[in-house]
């Protein structure tokens, strides 16, 4: 039988049957990444996330006490990314982790993306899709494709197309910052179904679910606002951490978040737990597949 009767998602220990993923997933997390510095763009020097024993430490927890299964990270290119690190948290919290490819926004790709037109780009994509990341066998689940601000830079709009040629050539889900961004993916012919987009806006969060593609986010409201429109298949909720004073041992809401606080608040607001299963389970485990084709 074709793979296609026996859908995977890669992890950074390897492909993990769907059937194999019980437990709720965090589709939008960092574990480790450092954006502290970008260059030609504003810089934070708390923007960084170098814990690993607090980060296995809350995953374990979480595996144990919520049945996580899942982390969806999206460190990519010019983010720090450090896959070493990501299988070690994978294997000591029992865990599941998908990694992630693609270019960070301009000021941290920086030369990755200046200097290389989109063939290029994404040949380098396509290369690490399928002989692993940063000198490691581990292969990436997700394409990330990002701009700092709202209109893409040349460099970011040419590292933006490589994103699409390399998700249409390898079916990767590709997970993006901003409507902008999602129209030029779809324009590229990516399936509405493998792209996520995460916005502020809930005007343009109903846009992007409209499109057919996922909507990320990480506040109950937000969600509980595409529930009630009719798109609660649609809604990649998570706990959005994405710098160390985000975890739980320096006073952060931790990866917790989406269980002690947005769970909680969407059902007080009445939704149903099958609502709730198809948000934190199915949900994203079909943008990771294209289950929903």
């Given amino acids: 039988m074709s793979e296609a009767y026996f859908p995977r998602v890669q992890t950074v220990t390897g492909a993990l049957p769907v059937s194999l993923i019980e437990g709720p997933v965090l589709p939008g997390e960092h574990l480790r990444t450092d954006t502290r510095w970008g260059t030609g763009g504003e810089s934070d020097p708390y923007r960084w996330l170098d ?50 490819t693609g270019f960070a926004a301009e000021p941290f790709s920086g030369e990755l993306i200046r200097r290389y037109g989109v063939d290029d780009l994404t040949a380098d994509l396509l290369r690490e899709i399928g002989t692993g990341l940063d000198g490691t066998a581990a292969r990436p689940g997700i394409i990330v494709a990002a701009a700092w ?34 129209e030029r993916l779809l324009a590229e012919g990516v399936p509405p179904g493998r792209l996520s987009a995460r916005a502020a806006d809930p005007l343009i969060q109903r846009k992007i679910a409209e499109s057919g593609a996922y909507v990320a986010v990480t506040d109950a409201e937000h969600a509980l606002a595409l529930v009630e429109a009719g798109h609660a298949a649609r809604i990649l909720l998570s706990s959005g951490v994405s710098r160390q004073g985000d975890v739980r041992a320096y006073g952060g809401h931790g990866y917790g978040r989406l269980f002690e606080e947005l769970l909680p608040a969407l059902r007080a607001a009445g939704t149903g737990e099958d609502t709730l299963a198809l948000i934190t389970h199915r949900n994203p485990l079909r943008w990771l597949t294209g289950l929903d084709r």
Avoid at 55 to 76: F, I, K, N, P
């Fill in 51 to 100: 814990e690993e024993a607090h980060v296995t430490s809350e995953l374990t927890d979480l595996g144990r006490e919520q049945a996580l299964a899942l982390v969806v990270e999206h460190t990519c290119l010019g983010m720090g990314r450090d896959v070493t690190s990501l299988a070690r948290v994978a294997t000591a919290a029992r865990v599941a982790v998908v990694a992630a």
């Fill in 149 to 182: 601000g709202e209109t893409p830079t040349p460099a970011e709009a040419r590292a933006i197309t490589a994103a699409a040629r390399a998700s249409t050539r390898t079916e990767l889900p590709v997970a993006a910052e901003g409507l902008d961004i999602l």
